[in-house]
């Protein structure tokens, strides 16, 4: 018995063409309410970021790819920063001539160091509602080196080997799109952190569903009871799922609900 189910935002909860939930998705996110089932988030998203896309009362919210896990209203129940020794490395690479833009994700602000053709395509794509500012290098440096959660860096997947490997040794890429990748502490994934989220509210896995459409999806779609993979996404995401579904513009949340025999 479902008794929880967890959505990925951008390209599963919210449509890439729209920017918006589907009103079906809405409406079926309140007849699953209604079933008494509890409903969370689970996103690379940051929780600034995550709060933009509705006022749906989620029962909790894994951000930061499950680096920062919120319970009910606010609780913070999870929180694990990159190691300054991998911030470190990157502030001296950034800068010499291989730089890459990137966004600091702090618990309280999040900024980045400059806007590239990459960070211009990406904003077009996921529209947040209020995109990190821009900082000077000694200013990003130092808001840095006050503990950063999550990165959000704009390099392609050519260079990932490289920059993973002699930058950040602790962290690991938690990639859903070749214009950037987001970097976060090793052992950190959206399985992780829905296993905090269901110690907290004591639920098991085997009563669990999750959805999503990307890379960064994959941990919590093959660890979930039952998993759903949109119909956009790639076909490794596809493999790692249970069933695929539609896209968020063809209805997917609410058909998969529907085929699962959670809502009318």
Not at 200 to 216: K, S
Request: charged share 25%.
């Amino acid at each position: 018995m479902i008794k929880a189910i967890f959505f990925d935002i951008d390209g599963t909860l919210v449509s890439f063409r729209t920017h918006c939930i589907p009103d079906s998705a809405l409406r079926a996110l309140g007849a699953l309410r209604e079933k008494g089932i509890r409903l969370f988030i689970a996103s690379g998203r940051h929780p600034s970021d995550i709060f933009t896309v509705s006022d749906f009362p989620f029962d909790g919210y894994v951000a930061l790819n499950g680096g920062y896990c919120i319970a009910g209203s606010g609780e913070v129940i999870f929180r694990q920063e990159i190691d300054p020794s991998d911030i470190e490395r990157m502030i001296r690479w950034q800068q010499g001539p291989e730089k890459f833009a990137c966004v600091l994700a702090g618990e309280r602000e999040m900024c980045l160091n400059f806007v590239d053709e990459r960070v211009t395509r990406v904003r077009k794509l996921v529209e947040t509602g209020h995109p990190a500012p821009v900082a000077p290098f000694e200013e990003w440096s130092a808001i840095a080196r006050r503990g950063v959660l999550q990165l959000i860096a704009f390099f392609g997947p050519e260079r990932e080997a490289e920059i993973m490997g002699g930058v950040f040794p602790h962290c690991r890429s938690m990639r859903w799109n070749p214009l950037f990748t987001d970097i976060v502490p090793a052992g950190v994934n959206k399985a992780e952190g829905i296993d905090r989220m269901l110690e907290h509210f004591g639920l098991r896995l085997e009563e669990v569903m999750a959805f999503g459409d990307g890379g960064n999806d994959i941990p919590m779609l093959e660890h979930v009871g039952t998993s759903v993979a949109m119909g956009n996404a790639d076909p490794a995401v596809k493999k790692a799922a249970d069933y695929v579904t539609t896209s968020p513009d063809d209805h997917g949340i609410a058909r998969a609900l529907r085929r699962f025999g959670l809502i009318e």
